[in-house]
């Protein structure tokens, strides 16, 4: 994975809002079942997907092969506190890549 | 060129395409992968809502599931589940479940809520591998399970070749 992830989390928010959070991170997501001059390519995805808000998590992802290359998700989570959001793309292999965002809530 | 060989294995059964001598590698690909046997069947997605579920009834309502009436291209399908609910730290929707019946593999993905989630609204992307239905199962906080279930034809398949 060379470029990084994207991620859009609003800035600020008023205390209790629910926030929309966009997530896209770059990602070929081999499903195993292509094949290369009659040779199957070996299945390379990211398998799970998890959101932590100061340190507890506030969403997650368990993901098969049938998620599309560049595994994009889109959800929602209430804010009560200012804090740093965390999330982290894990694949096969166990490598995983971090993304995270600050959010100040008043 | 996919959708003719996949038309063609149909009415030759499996084991010909396979013994046929001299067919490319093209007929063989399309005979493992464009068979229905090499699909997850319904029953297939059934046993693994059964494990998803724990064998918990499951309701009709409460879920919305939006996803296209046809797909021109099977690798990349928008999808968004709803579900109703207060998601307050009492009821709130524990699981979303996405399920395919005519994939290769029923799983598609598996999303963990919490109840500071605010509201069960996801939306991704899929692959589909032929015209199926979708199925999109949420587990609530006391276990009681809701489902729906929505028809896509897919015009070309993304799940190999």
Redesign the interface.
């Given at each position: 994975m060379a470029k990084k992830p994207r991620v859009k989390v609003p800035s600020s928010a008023k205390k209790g809002e629910?926030?929309q959070i966009k997530t896209l991170a770059p990602h070929k997501m081999e499903?195993g079942?292509?094949?290369k001059k009659?040779k199957l390519i070996p299945r390379m995805i990211i398998n799970k997907f998890v959101a932590k808000f100061n340190g507890k998590?506030?969403?997650?992802?368990?993901?098969?092969?049938?998620?599309?290359?560049n595994?994009?998700?889109?959800?929602?989570?209430?804010v009560?506190e200012s804090g740093t959001f965390e999330f982290s793309w894990t694949d096969d292999k166990g490598k995983t890549v971090k993304a995270s965002r600050k959010i100040t809530v008043n | 060129m996919a959708t003719s060989i996949k038309h063609k294995s149909k009415t030759i059964a499996r084991r010909d395409v396979l013994k046929a001598a001299g067919l490319g590698a093209v007929a063989v690909a399309a005979g493992s992968i464009f068979t229905s046997e090499a699909f997850a069947s319904p029953g297939k997605a059934k046993a693994l809502l059964k494990k998803l579920t724990g064998g918990a009834e499951v309701k009709s309502g409460r879920v919305h599931l939006k996803l296209p009436e046809i797909a021109e291209n099977g690798r990349t399908v928008p999808i968004n589940v709803k579900v109703d609910s207060p998601m307050t730290s009492k009821d709130y929707v524990k699981a979303i479940h996405v399920v395919s019946e005519g994939n290769p593999n029923p799983d598609v993905v598996s999303f963990n809520l919490t109840s500071s989630s605010g509201k069960a609204d996801i939306s991704t992307r899929i692959r589909l591998g032929k015209t199926q239905n979708v199925l999109a199962v949420a587990v609530m906080s006391n276990g009681s399970v809701y489902m729906a279930k929505k028809k896509i034809k897919v015009t070309i398949g993304g799940c190999g070749g």
């Amino acid at each position: 994975m060379a470029k990084k992830p994207r991620v859009k989390v609003p800035s600020s928010a008023k205390k209790g809002e629910v926030i929309q959070i966009k997530t896209l991170a770059p990602h070929k997501m081999e499903t195993g079942r292509r094949k290369k001059k009659g040779k199957l390519i070996p299945r390379m995805i990211i398998n799970k997907f998890v959101a932590k808000f100061n340190g507890k998590e506030v969403f997650s992802a368990d993901i098969h092969p049938a998620v599309s290359a560049n595994p994009y998700f889109s959800f929602y989570t209430k804010v009560s506190e200012s804090g740093t959001f965390e999330f982290s793309w894990t694949d096969d292999k166990g490598k995983t890549v971090k993304a995270s965002r600050k959010i100040t809530v008043n | 060129m996919a959708t003719s060989i996949k038309h063609k294995s149909k009415t030759i059964a499996r084991r010909d395409v396979l013994k046929a001598a001299g067919l490319g590698a093209v007929a063989v690909a399309a005979g493992s992968i464009f068979t229905s046997e090499a699909f997850a069947s319904p029953g297939k997605a059934k046993a693994l809502l059964k494990k998803l579920t724990g064998g918990a009834e499951v309701k009709s309502g409460r879920v919305h599931l939006k996803l296209p009436e046809i797909a021109e291209n099977g690798r990349t399908v928008p999808i968004n589940v709803k579900v109703d609910s207060p998601m307050t730290s009492k009821d709130y929707v524990k699981a979303i479940h996405v399920v395919s019946e005519g994939n290769p593999n029923p799983d598609v993905v598996s999303f963990n809520l919490t109840s500071s989630s605010g509201k069960a609204d996801i939306s991704t992307r899929i692959r589909l591998g032929k015209t199926q239905n979708v199925l999109a199962v949420a587990v609530m906080s006391n276990g009681s399970v809701y489902m729906a279930k929505k028809k896509i034809k897919v015009t070309i398949g993304g799940c190999g070749g």
